[in-house]
C-alpha cells in the first residue's frame, strides 16, 4: 500500500489542456458543420485525399487532425473491420498510438522547424510505401503555412495524385499565406472561435469533473479573456484553481479578476454612465480607483466599448440582443434598461471616442493619463450636440443670407456697379439636403456663390476667370467671355442653372459688348489696392501675386452670417 501511494504521489501532474483534449468528434465543440460534412462523406464513401483545417490559436486543429486520421484507419478492439468511419465511441487498435502520436503510419510534422524542401522530400520519398499496420497513411502539417515556396512546389504532384493509401491533412493559423495551388487541390475546413457562452459552458462542465467549485461569472471572465480559443481557456482556468489555499476552497470572480488584471465590470458600467451624463469627476474617480485595484487603462476603456456596443446592438436590433455575443445575465439586464435611455447617436460617438482613447492609451507614454483625457472628452461631449441635431437646429433658423464676398470695381471702371452688388434676396444656406426651397439668385455674384455651395468647383473658377459681365437680370445674362473661355461655358451655365432653380436661364454672349473686369481681376486690382500689400510690393520690386483665396461660404461659422457694411476706405 505504501509503494501504491508513494507511485500514485510521483505521477506527473497533466494540465488541463492536455487532459481534456478531446477524443472523438462528439468531444468537439463549435464544429458541428465540419462534423456534419464528415460524416455524410464517410456515410457515402467520398473521402477527400487531401484536407487544411484552418483557425485561430487553440480551436482544435491538430486535436481535429488527429480524430480524423482515427477516424481513417479506425479497426474496431477486436479487430473487426468496417472501413472508416467518425462513430469512435469505443477505441479502437489503433486509436490510442495516434492520439499519442505514437502510430508507425501517421507522421506528425511542424513545419515551423522544418520548413525546407529537403525535408518534404523526404516525406515524398516514403509516401509510395504502403502502411505498415493502419488502412492509410496520414500525413499531418502542422503550421503548414511556413513551408518555404521550393517545399510548396515539391509537395505539389504529390499532393495532386497521392497514392490511393496516403492522406494529407494540413492545419494552419495563416491561411491566406498558403498557395492556391495547394488549397485548390484540399478540402478546407474553417475552424471559427468559439462562442463565449459555449465555452463558458464547456468550462463548468471541467470545473465539474475536477471537483472544483468555481464562481460562473469568473469562469464567464475567463472566457471571453480566452477570445475565443478552448485551449487558452483552459490554461487560464488551470492557473485560476492554483489560487485557491485548499482543494475545498471556491474560486470567487473577484479572484479570477484581480488574477487576469481585469477591471470590475460592475463599475465599468457605473463609469460608462457617469461619462455619458458629464460627470467628469465621478468618472476619473471611478477609474482611478479601478486603476489602483489593477486594471490596465487600455483594458478599462476596452471594457467601456463592449459595454457601448452591447447597449448599440440592444438600441438597434431591440432587447433580445442583449442575451446574445459577450454578454453576461447581469450585463443582460442593465443593457435592457440603459438603452432605451440613450440615443443611437449618443452611443456612436461614444464608440468613436473610446476608439480613439484606446488606441492612445496604447501608444502613450502615459497611458493612465491619455485614458482620463479619453474619459474627459467623452463627459463633455456628453452636451454637445450631434451632427445631424447641429444640422437641424440650422434649418431651424430658416434662410440665412450668403457670407459676402464682392470684390470692389477697379478704379475708373465705367460698367454698370448693380451687377456685381450685394444681393437683396438671400440664398437658403443650410444644407442643401434640409433645405428643399428655391434659391433666390439677384445679382451675378449669387450664381458664383450658388456654384461654391453646391461644390462644382470648376464652374465657380471659370465665372471668376474667364467672364466679363455685360448685364444681369432674373432668367437672362449676357456676358462676354475671355480668350481662353472653355467654348462650352455658356452652355454649362445654363444647364446648371436649370438644375439648381428649377427655371430655364438664358445666358447670351455678346463679343463686341463692353463687359467690366472680371470678378478675380477685380478682387486682384482691390488687393493690390490696399496698402499693406503696396507696401509689400515696394519691399519686393518684382513680386507677382500668383493667388487670392477667398474663404469659401461652406467655410464660414455659421453665426457670422451678416454681410458687414460696404467700407468707403481702402485702410480698411
Same mark, same amino acid.
Given at each position: 500500500?505504501?509503494?501504491?501511494?508513494?507511485?500514485?504521489?510521483?505521477?506527473?501532474?497533466?494540465?488541463?489542456?492536455?487532459?481534456?483534449?478531446?477524443?472523438?468528434?462528439?468531444?468537439?465543440?463549435?464544429?458541428?458543420?465540419?462534423?456534419?460534412?464528415?460524416?455524410?462523406? @464517410?456515410?457515402?464513401?467520398?473521402?477527400?485525399?487531401?484536407?487544411?483545417?484552418?483557425?485561430?490559436?487553440?480551436?482544435?486543429?491538430? %486535436?481535429?487532425?488527429?480524430?480524423?486520421?482515427?477516424?481513417?484507419?479506425?479497426?474496431?478492439?477486436?479487430?473487426?473491420?468496417? $472501413?472508416?468511419?467518425?462513430?469512435?465511441?469505443?477505441? $479502437?487498435?489503433?486509436?490510442?498510438?495516434?492520439?499519442?502520436?505514437?502510430?508507425? &503510419?501517421?507522421?506528425?510534422?511542424?513545419?515551423?522547424?522544418?520548413?525546407?524542401?529537403?525535408?518534404?522530400?523526404?516525406?515524398?520519398?516514403?509516401?509510395?510505401?504502403?502502411?505498415?499496420?493502419?488502412?492509410?497513411?496520414?500525413?499531418?502539417?502542422?503550421?503548414?503555412?511556413?513551408?518555404?515556396?521550393?517545399?510548396?512546389?515539391?509537395?505539389?504532384?504529390?499532393?495532386?495524385?497521392?497514392?490511393?493509401?496516403?492522406?494529407? /491533412? @494540413?492545419?494552419?493559423?495563416?491561411?491566406?499565406?498558403?498557395?492556391?495551388?495547394?488549397?485548390?487541390?484540399?478540402?478546407?475546413? &474553417?475552424?471559427?472561435?468559439?462562442?463565449?457562452?459555449?465555452?463558458?459552458?464547456? =468550462?463548468?462542465?471541467?470545473?465539474?469533473?475536477?471537483?472544483?467549485?468555481?464562481?460562473?461569472?469568473?469562469?464567464?471572465? +475567463?472566457?471571453?479573456?480566452?477570445? $475565443?480559443?478552448?485551449?487558452?481557456?483552459?490554461?487560464?482556468?488551470?492557473?485560476?484553481?492554483?489560487?485557491?489555499?485548499?482543494?475545498?476552497?471556491?474560486?470567487?470572480?473577484?479572484?479570477?479578476?484581480?488574477?487576469? $488584471?481585469?477591471?470590475?465590470?460592475?463599475?465599468?458600467?457605473?463609469?460608462?454612465?457617469?461619462?455619458?451624463?458629464?460627470?467628469?469627476?465621478?468618472?476619473?474617480?471611478?477609474?482611478?480607483?479601478?486603476?489602483?485595484?489593477?486594471? &490596465?487603462?487600455?483594458?478599462?476603456?476596452?471594457?467601456?466599448?463592449?459595454?457601448?456596443?452591447?447597449?448599440?446592438?440592444?438600441?438597434?436590433?431591440?432587447?433580445?440582443?442583449?442575451?446574445?455575443?459577450?454578454?453576461?445575465?447581469?450585463?443582460?439586464?442593465?443593457?435592457?434598461?440603459?438603452?432605451?435611455?440613450?440615443?443611437?447617436? %449618443?452611443?456612436?460617438?461614444?464608440?468613436?471616442?473610446?476608439?480613439?482613447?484606446?488606441?492612445?492609451?496604447?501608444?502613450?507614454?502615459?497611458?493612465?493619463?491619455?485614458?482620463?483625457?479619453? =474619459?474627459?472628452?467623452?463627459?463633455?461631449?456628453?452636451?454637445?450636440?450631434?451632427?445631424?441635431?447641429?444640422?437641424?437646429?440650422?434649418?431651424?433658423?430658416?434662410? *440665412?443670407?450668403?457670407?459676402?464676398?464682392?470684390?470692389?470695381?477697379?478704379?475708373?471702371?465705367?460698367?454698370?456697379?448693380?451687377?456685381?452688388?450685394?444681393?437683396?434676396?438671400?440664398?437658403?444656406?443650410?444644407?442643401?439636403?434640409?433645405?428643399?426651397?428655391?434659391?433666390? /439668385?439677384?445679382?451675378?455674384?449669387?450664381?458664383?456663390? =450658388?456654384?461654391?455651395?453646391?461644390?462644382?468647383?470648376?464652374?465657380?473658377?471659370? =465665372?471668376?476667370?474667364?467672364?466679363?459681365?455685360?448685364?444681369?437680370? %432674373?432668367?437672362?445674362?449676357?456676358?462676354?467671355?475671355?480668350?481662353?473661355?472653355?467654348?462650352?461655358?455658356?452652355?454649362?451655365?445654363?444647364?446648371?442653372?436649370?438644375?439648381?432653380?428649377?427655371?430655364?436661364?438664358?445666358?447670351? +454672349?455678346?463679343?463686341?459688348?463692353?463687359?467690366? &473686369?472680371?470678378?478675380?481681376?477685380?478682387?486682384?486690382?482691390?488687393?493690390?489696392?490696399?496698402?499693406? *500689400?503696396?507696401?509689400?510690393?515696394?519691399?519686393?520690386?518684382?513680386?507677382? +501675386? /500668383?493667388? +487670392?483665396?477667398?474663404?469659401?461660404?461652406?467655410?464660414?461659422?455659421?453665426?457670422?452670417?451678416?454681410?458687414?457694411?460696404?467700407?468707403?476706405?481702402?485702410?480698411?
Amino acid at each position: 500500500m505504501t509503494l501504491m501511494a508513494d507511485a500514485t504521489e510521483k505521477t506527473p501532474y497533466q494540465v488541463l489542456a492536455r487532459k481534456y483534449r478531446p477524443q472523438n468528434f462528439d468531444d468537439l465543440i463549435g464544429h458541428g458543420a465540419m462534423v456534419k460534412t464528415l460524416r455524410n462523406a @464517410f456515410a457515402t464513401g467520398r473521402i477527400a485525399h487531401a484536407y487544411v483545417l484552418t483557425g485561430v490559436r487553440g480551436v482544435g486543429k491538430t %486535436t481535429t487532425a488527429r480524430i480524423i486520421a482515427r477516424a481513417l484507419n479506425y479497426v474496431g478492439p477486436n479487430g473487426e473491420d468496417h $472501413g472508416p468511419t467518425i462513430d469512435l465511441a469505443v477505441e $479502437g487498435k489503433h486509436c490510442r498510438a495516434i492520439a499519442e502520436s505514437r502510430h508507425p &503510419d501517421v507522421f506528425e510534422m511542424d513545419a515551423a522547424s522544418r520548413t525546407g524542401v529537403g525535408d518534404i522530400r523526404e516525406l515524398i520519398e516514403g509516401v509510395r510505401y504502403a502502411p505498415v499496420e493502419a488502412r492509410y497513411k496520414v500525413y499531418i502539417i502542422d503550421e503548414v503555412h511556413m513551408l518555404s515556396t521550393a517545399a510548396f512546389n515539391a509537395l505539389l504532384k504529390t499532393l495532386e495524385e497521392p497514392p490511393p493509401h496516403v492522406k494529407f /491533412i @494540413f492545419a494552419t493559423t495563416e491561411i491566406r499565406k498558403l498557395p492556391v495551388t495547394v488549397l485548390s487541390r484540399c478540402q478546407r475546413f &474553417d475552424l471559427r472561435r468559439i462562442e463565449i457562452e459555449a465555452l463558458t459552458e464547456h =468550462l463548468v462542465q471541467i470545473a465539474e469533473k475536477e471537483n472544483a467549485k468555481v464562481d460562473r461569472d469568473g469562469l464567464f471572465m +475567463i472566457a471571453r479573456a480566452a477570445e $475565443g480559443s478552448v485551449r487558452d481557456a483552459l490554461s487560464i482556468l488551470d492557473q485560476a484553481l492554483i489560487q485557491r489555499v485548499s482543494a475545498e476552497d471556491a474560486v470567487s470572480a473577484g479572484m479570477i479578476r484581480s488574477m487576469l $488584471g481585469l477591471a470590475d465590470r460592475s463599475q465599468g458600467w457605473d463609469l460608462l454612465e457617469a461619462a455619458l451624463r458629464g460627470d467628469a469627476k465621478s468618472a476619473l474617480e471611478l477609474f482611478g480607483s479601478q486603476y489602483d485595484s489593477g486594471a &490596465d487603462p487600455s483594458v478599462i476603456l476596452r471594457d467601456l466599448l463592449q459595454i457601448v456596443h452591447l447597449l448599440t446592438r440592444v438600441k438597434a436590433a431591440g432587447a433580445e440582443a442583449a442575451s446574445h455575443g459577450a454578454a453576461g445575465e447581469a450585463d443582460a439586464a442593465r443593457a435592457r434598461g440603459l438603452a432605451d435611455a440613450l440615443a443611437m447617436n %449618443t452611443l456612436t460617438r461614444a464608440w468613436s471616442l473610446l476608439m480613439k482613447g484606446l488606441l492612445e492609451t496604447q501608444t502613450a507614454p502615459d497611458p493612465v493619463a491619455a485614458g482620463e483625457i479619453a =474619459l474627459i472628452r467623452l463627459a463633455y461631449a456628453a452636451d454637445l450636440p450631434t451632427p445631424d441635431e447641429a444640422l437641424k437646429m440650422l434649418a431651424g433658423e430658416g434662410e *440665412v443670407s450668403l457670407p459676402p464676398r464682392a470684390p470692389r470695381p477697379s478704379r475708373g471702371s465705367s460698367a454698370p456697379q448693380a451687377a456685381y452688388s450685394e444681393p437683396q434676396a438671400s440664398i437658403q444656406a443650410a444644407a442643401p439636403s434640409l433645405a428643399p426651397s428655391v434659391p433666390k /439668385i439677384e445679382s451675378f455674384l449669387d450664381v458664383v456663390r =450658388l456654384a461654391d455651395i453646391k461644390r462644382d468647383a470648376k464652374l465657380k473658377v471659370e =465665372l471668376e476667370s474667364y467672364v466679363h459681365l455685360i448685364s444681369f437680370e %432674373t432668367g437672362r445674362i449676357e456676358l462676354r467671355m475671355h480668350d481662353r473661355a472653355p467654348g462650352d461655358l455658356a452652355g454649362r451655365l445654363m444647364q446648371r442653372l436649370k438644375e439648381w432653380t428649377g427655371r430655364q436661364w438664358i445666358v447670351s +454672349i455678346n463679343a463686341q459688348g463692353e463687359g467690366r &473686369d472680371t470678378l478675380r481681376d477685380a478682387r486682384t486690382a482691390e488687393v493690390i489696392a490696399h496698402p499693406l *500689400v503696396r507696401k509689400a510690393m515696394e519691399l519686393f520690386p518684382g513680386a507677382e +501675386i /500668383i493667388a +487670392i483665396r477667398d474663404k469659401s461660404p461652406r467655410d464660414e461659422p455659421a453665426g457670422d452670417i451678416t454681410p458687414p457694411a460696404e467700407e468707403e476706405s481702402d485702410e480698411s
